[in-house]
């Protein structure tokens, strides 16, 4: 016998009361370990999705179960069996539900970029679909002619066959057309839809055309359903291994992460260590370079007084750098904590001292703030925090420019605002200005000094008071840092 034959033969068999016990046997395993499969991940994810899964493939085997039942007396002729009729009533009903649910439970995703509450949705499909299926039966049975009222069996079998038809169609547009973003293994589900729907087609084709006796579209509509299982199951193992893959990615850049993490650490105590020992020797230095320039040790030549007094500034840069890197370690390190006490704004923003370096540039300053301007801060952060911006303003405005300081109360919220004429920054370079260690210009064509560190610092001050600090700026316009923090 050929290969050919041999296929002729099993097809031709499973359409036989005997084949069909075993088509249904096969199905019922494949469906009981699926829905094993699908239970195990719902019970850690909890997630809609698997949830209907394991409902559908659970209907699904049951139903199989129920008609090997059914079906077992017929074949080992133990009994007389159930009648036809119960049997289709009970195969047809009990298809179109699990169809639902498969083909819901494959579509969750979708649904849910629709709809936020799943249930409703699926309560008004049912009603619809429903009455699709129904009209479009009884159109398809007046048109043919082919309507038998004796034939009761027809009737329920073209109901069936429509209905998982609509169902199928339905999901399958949902999934392919209805979502702007499509889900995961969407052409793996659409295969197994058309699968799953050319069992019910070809029955369908053989009721309205032949009155269901072709005997060649009985044969030929046996495979689908045991395929369509198949590639179902497919979809449910590419979901768990693509979940299982996803999960060793996030167990090893978590292990990147805590690695990175831990260097980051070290890297930021092995310079806040270095920076304290230099502290020592720094003080050294700018004591003995400081009774140089005062002539403690001896008169120098105008030469050596210059070179030292670049050593001096230098020094006193030096040591600002490592103030700043220790004040950011302890930031970061959550053991800076702050004391609330009333300070008057106007009092801090008008003092001489500050003023005096805007003045020697040649910078104009608007104070806009009222002289009883008085909130609850820590007066010493709050003045490092002012410090900083106004001098990160002096630095970047030309001589001859503005710097206007103002502040005021909105609501449960009070504001300082500090703006100049500056050069400003581009927009892609606003979200970095407070990265320590950041410089809005390149290296190679800075102008300005600096450090990278006192905005870093400042955002940490500002968080530490309860605030948030943000900046708007344009090239050539200057920029502007607003502070809002609560009263």
């Keep these: 016998m050929s290969y050919n034959d041999t296929l002729h033969s099993f097809f031709f068999f499973l359409g036989t009361p005997a084949g069909d016990l075993f088509k249904r046997a096969i199905e019922l395993l494949v469906f009981v370990i699926i829905a094993y499969m699908v239970a195990s991940e719902w019970r850690h994810t909890k997630k809609k999705e698997y949830k209907f899964l394991v409902f559908a493939f659970g209907l699904l085997a049951l139903q199989r179960l129920i008609i090997i039942l059914l079906s077992s007396p017929q074949v080992f002729g133990v009994a007389a069996g159930v009648p ?3 049997v289709s009533l009970f195969k047809g009903s009990t298809e179109i539900v699990a169809v639902f649910f498969v083909a819901a439970a494959f579509a969750t995703p979708a649904i ?4 936020r509450h799943l249930m409703p949705f699926l309560k008004q499909r049912v009603l619809a679909l429903g009455l699709v299926s129904l009209a479009l039966s009884l159109t398809l049975f007046f048109v043919r002619d082919a309507f038998k009222p004796a034939d009761y069996t027809s009737i329920l079998q073209t109901g069936s066959s429509v209905s998982q038809i609509v169902i199928l169609s339905y999901f399958a547009y949902l999934i392919y057309f209805g979502v702007p973003k499509r889900i995961p293994y969407h052409a793996n589900i659409m295969l197994a839809f058309v699968v799953f729907a050319t069992t019910p087609f070809l029955k369908l084709l053989n009721i309205l055309l032949y009155d269901g006796t072709n005997v060649s579209l009985q044969v030929a509509s046996h495979p689908f359903p045991i395929l369509a299982v198949l590639l179902f199951t497919r979809v449910v193992y590419l979901k768990l291994v693509d979940k299982a893959f996803l999960k060793e990615e996030l167990l090893a850049s978590q292990k990147r992460y805590l690695h990175e993490k831990e260097v980051g650490r070290l890297k930021d105590e092995f310079v806040s260590v270095v920076s304290h020992e230099l502290r020592t020797p720094l003080t050294s230095m700018k004591l003995y370079t400081a009774l140089l320039l005062q002539g403690k040790l001896g008169t120098l030549p105008p030469k050596q007084k210059k ?14 750098l490592i103030n700043n890197i220790l004040d950011l370690s302890k930031l970061e390190a959550g053991k800076i904590e702050i ?17 005096s370096t805007a003045k020697d540039k040649g910078i104009f300053v608007k104070i806009d703030v009222p002289k009883d301007f008085v909130v609850l801060v820590d007066e010493e952060k709050f003045a490092q925090i002012f410090i900083n911006l106004f001098n990160n303003s ?14 005021f109360k909105k609501g449960m919220l009070w504001k300082l605002i500090i703006a100049d004429t500056g050069g400003g920054v581009t927009p892609d370079k606003i979200p970095f200005l407070f990265d320590k260690f950041y410089q809005a210009d390149d290296f190679m064509t800075r102008k300005q000094g600096g450090t990278g560190l006192g905005l870093a610092i400042v955002k940490h001050l ?22 809002e923090l609560p009263q």
Excluded at 340 to 352: G, K, Q
Excluded at 394 to 407: E, L, M, Q, R, V
């Design 394 to 407: 002096i630095k970047f405005t030309p001589p001859k420019g503005s710097i206007s300081i103002s502040a």
């Design 339 to 355: 004391t609330r006490t009333a300070v008057n704004i106007y009092t801090l923003v008008t003092n001489p001292l500050y003023l």
């Design 462 to 483: 500002v968080t530490l008071h309860g605030g948030r600090i943000t900046v708007d700026s344009e090239v050539g316009k200057g920029a502007t840092f607003t502070i």
């Design 307 to 320: 070179a030292l007094s670049v050593v001096n500034t230098e020094n006193e840069r030096l040591n600002k």
């Design 84 to 86: 036809r009729l119960s």
């Design 112 to 115: 849910l970029q629709r709809s």
